[in-house]
């Protein structure tokens, strides 16, 4: 049995099981990316720990009938895995919980007639199942999203915490030794091709073999292919995993729909449903004159993030060597790759209790020639944030939109050290969590 790498989600798991207000926790994320390991990591901190597969154990949705009575229930539950159901001493798991939309549906009586229980949910294409019941449990239960793993907590897993805590804690003031940045630099060449999907990650930690690593890759992708079978009462599995390599293809750039398909009404369903399976994240463009930033959005302009960078490589054919001995602005600049990857590290450094929302700004007007890759917020202020291979690289869209939008500074994210230009700040591509705090 492979042991279990921490996760940054660990913290928060901990801080819901101390709070005294809590909610029944429901986990959401894509499938694979370690939800279930991070709840069962959670239950080694109980007494009692009581994990129900819905899917394998289907026998026990009949418990959960038309009138339901929790403390009863629980009492069953207890009865059939032989483990007391305490509250403050037992965590209850209910895995697999799509399976079931009346068991998704009867959370909010754990939160109404036994908050004091420690409850978590979990399952995978749970989006699917959610949006056959868009009203259920508001208030009454709380979601928390997961990612694959951020290239800090892969650096985590190799036993390299002194070097994350001493990245976190670098800026434009006080850039990393010479000898650390070239190591950083090198672990993200390796992070681009391992990625972060939790089995490619403990496969990389356990024999340092890119060809196992892929092999893990190719496995997932034909648990997606499964997964798409089951969507083929709305849209034809082929349409899906096209659409998804079409995503892949086109990474870094605005979605062109002709690209994937002919049928644009098809590839917009498609595209709705990977979004729903947490395969993709939208990235929406904005006109960013204030917040919140989805308040000017316009969907006819849209890119979209591939969910793990290791899969997409794997998905796309791309060779060890492209990445490993590209020389620095190849490497930036392959494919739009860099330009995903940030904005991944964006939202898997983002609060884990909102559905991540990103955006990029482009000047509508005609002839006009400015685009910024990403816009955050921090501290209830808007930041332009451009992916660029060296101080080679024009920075006149980041100084229009600056002028523009009033920022009072904007990033520009590379494989150089920290630095600063005028009123631009210059990030390492592996030190994104240094400027991610919304």
């Keep these: 049995m492979k042991r279990y790498l921490s996760r940054h989600v660990d913290q928060y798991l901990q ?27 959670l239950g080694k901190t109980f007494k009692y720990f009581i994990e129900i597969n819905i899917e394998k154990q289907g026998n026990v949705r009949q418990l959960f009938g038309e009138n339901i ?19 403050g001493e037992t965590l209850l798991f209910l895995d697999e919980i799509q399976e079931s939309n009346r068991i ?3 959370l909010r009586y754990f939160y109404e007639d036994f908050p004091e229980l420690h409850v978590v949910a979990a399952g ?39 070097q994350v805590d001493f990245k976190q804690k670098s800026d434009f003031m006080h850039p990393l030794p010479d000898a650390l940045h070239q190591q950083m630099v090198a672990q993200l060449r390796t ?9 490619a990650v403990c496969e990389w930690v356990s024999t340092n073999n890119f060809a196992r690593c ?5 496995d997932i992708v034909d648990t997606l292919q499964d997964d798409f079978n089951k969507y083929k009462t709305r849209i034809s599995p082929l349409v899906l995993m096209n659409t998804l390599r079409s995503v ?37 463009h904005t006109s960013a004159n204030g917040l919140p930033l989805g308040a000017e959005i316009n969907p006819k302009y849209r890119k979209f993030l591939f969910f793990d960078i290791g899969l997409m490589q794997s ?28 904005g991944l590290e964006l939202v898997k450094y983002g609060n884990y209790l909102k559905k991540p929302e990103m955006h990029y700004w482009q000047r509508m007007e005609r002839n006009a020639q400015a685009e910024v890759d990403y816009v955050i917020t921090m501290n209830s202020s808007i930041f332009p944030v451009e992916v660029k291979a060296n101080t080679s690289g024009s920075m006149q869209s980041m100084y229009k939109f600056i002028e523009l939008k009033g920022s009072e500074y904007g990033y520009r994210t590379s494989l150089e050290n920290f630095c600063t230009y005028n009123k631009v700040r210059v990030v390492p591509l592996y030190a994104l969590s240094n400027i991610r705090d919304t």
């Design 15 to 41: 801080e819901w099981k101390t709070d005294n207000n809590r909610k029944p926790l429901l986990i959401r994320g894509a499938r694979q990316v370690g939800k279930s390991s991070a709840i069962r990591n």
């Design 69 to 87: 009575d929790i403390k009863s229930i629980c009492n069953q539950i207890s009865a059939i895995f032989n483990t007391p159901v305490v509250a």
């Design 104 to 106: 998704i549906a009867s």
């Design 124 to 162: 995978s294409l749970l989006e699917f199942a959610l949006e056959e019941l868009p009203s259920f449990a508001v208030g009454r239960v709380r979601s928390l999203y997961m990612y694959p793993f951020s290239f800090d907590e892969f650096l985590s897993s190799q036993g390299l915490d002194i």
């Design 191 to 199: 992070f681009f091709l391992v990625g972060g999907m939790p089995e």
């Design 214 to 218: 892929a092999a893990v890759h190719n």
């Design 248 to 284: 892949a293809r086109q990474a870094g750039n605005k979605f062109i729909y002709a690209e994937a398909g002919n049928d644009a009404g098809t590839i917009k369903t498609a595209l709705n449903l990977l979004v729903l399976a947490g395969l993709i994240t939208p990235v929406t």
């Design 315 to 342: 998905l796309l054919g791309i060779q060890a060597a492209d990445i490993l001995l590209a020389n620095e602005t190849d490497f930036v600049n392959k494919g739009g790759l860099s330009e995903m990857f940030a």
